[in-house]
């Protein structure tokens, strides 16, 4: 995905949105979103937003739950 820069100079380096739609336990799930705000803390990512996790139909073991990510390009590694 193409981003155009706001400034003289200025440079986004998040080049890629992704939809993520995460299936599993709750606490697999959970496990997950640290994973997220984990790799998040350390600038691979953006984390856009996670949703509330949301129950299966048919089964009591699993969910669902929803996350837009923005991950960073290979040559803003440094």
């Given at each position: 995905m193409d981003k155009t820069a706001t400034g003289a100079g200025a440079r986004d380096p998040y080049k890629e949105i992704c939809k993520v739609r995460v299936q599993s336990t709750p606490e697999e799930i959970s496990h997950f979103h640290e994973l997220l705000d984990r790799c998040?803390?350390?600038?691979?990512?953006?984390v856009i937003n996670f949703s509330e996790m949301f129950a299966n139909k048919g089964t009591r073991k699993y969910f669902r739950a929803y996350t837009d990510i923005e991950i960073r390009g290979e040559e803003d590694y440094e």
């Open positions: 998040e803390e350390l600038g691979l990512c953006n």
